[in-house]
């Protein structure tokens, strides 16, 4: 076990970082923090025991993600999957053709799945794979909706390939895009006409959070970001509570502190504004939704999809 997980980051971040301690403090490795093996064979998320094929992952019913490349433009501090990413499928961290193919098999053999969603990693790294995927499924006629989870447009604006997004979104009957953004700072002069640019394609433009320590745990920042995410016609689709491993303590944050900030959000902005709080159970399924202070609820056990009895 090793820590393979390095710093990895853009000529853009690098810029950004020089004015913006919250860049900073998501991209740059901190070795009083990070110095820990990292377990490879780790699934806290059960992504690999709901992996029919090399791939993709079917937890939830009627929507199958398939993570087309373990390779991100660069490497966040946080992210909940790096166990994998920086590790690599192939040696660019691809998924092959070949697995593409036999992952789109299972899906059309399964006619409850309507919804396929482009993850990674992220997808937007392997752009002949996506183009590919989104080929051979446009044929499936029971997948009606296809998504793609990224950060590119905010690790990489200027890299943003927009004649594939292009030839993508006009390929299938419905794309929504989900772009991750944490901080205002990186909503600017570079990002914004990116984000603006792939809307007007035709995407439906969403977006996802992580709740940050140090970083956006602050009603101002969220509000202001928020805010600003709907003014550019991007629609806030969730605010995650940060997966808890060995390497991301430093920014986990309390759930309670989390609700107040979000009970504090939802009297402030708009309903278009306001995301879905949500944590993505560790060694269960389920994206549940975490209420706000206006119900009374119990905080600390929750019920997973299939039923399972979670103490938080
Ligand atoms: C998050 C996720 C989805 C999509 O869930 P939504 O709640 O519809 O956004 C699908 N598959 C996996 C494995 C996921 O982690
Ligand atoms: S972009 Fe997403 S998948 Fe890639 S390192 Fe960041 S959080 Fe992880």
């Excluded at 990413?85 to 092959?96: C, E, I, N, T, W």
């Amino acid at each position: 076990m090793e820590n393979h997980f390095q710093q990895k980051t853009t000529k853009y971040i690098e810029t950004l970082a020089l004015k913006s301690k919250a860049v900073r403090d998501m991209y740059f490795y901190n070795s009083d923090f990070e110095n820990i093996p990292i377990d490879v064979s780790r699934d806290v998320l059960l992504e690999k025991k709901n992996s029919p094929t090399k791939g993709l992952v079917h937890k939830f019913g009627n929507r199958a993600m398939m993570l087309l490349s373990y390779t991100c433009a660069a490497n966040c501090r946080f992210c909940e999957r790096q166990d994998r990413v920086g590790v690599g499928l192939d040696k660019f961290g691809h998924l092959s053709k070949k697995e593409i193919q036999k992952a789109v098999e299972y899906i059309s053999m399964h006619e409850e799945i309507n919804e396929v969603i482009f993850s990674g990693g992220d997808p937007l790294s392997n752009p002949s794979g996506l183009l590919f995927a989104c080929t051979l499924l446009s044929k499936v006629s029971h997948v009606k909706i296809f998504r793609l989870h990224t950060k590119f447009p905010i690790q990489a604006p200027s890299k943003v390939k927009f004649e594939l997004l292009k030839k993508i979104v006009k390929l299938v009957p419905v794309f929504y895009m989900s772009i991750h953004v944490n901080h205002p700072d990186e909503l600017n002069e570079f990002t914004i006409p990116v984000l603006s640019k792939i809307r007007k394609l035709g995407f439906i433009m969403l977006s996802q959070t992580v709740f940050l320590k140090g970083i956006n745990d602050n009603v101002d920042i969220l509000k202001q970001l928020f805010k600003q995410l709907s003014e550019i016609g991007v629609r806030p689709y969730y605010i995650y509570h940060c997966t808890s491993i060995p390497t991301t303590q430093r920014f986990v944050m309390d759930i309670q502190r989390e609700v107040d900030i979000m009970s504090s959000l939802r009297e402030q902005l708009s309903g278009i504004a306001f995301p879905n709080h949500t944590i993505d159970l560790m060694g269960a399924v389920g994206k549940v939704i975490v209420p706000t202070n206006h119900w009374e609820t119990v905080r600390n056990k929750v019920t997973d999809y299939n039923g399972m009895k979670i103490m938080l």
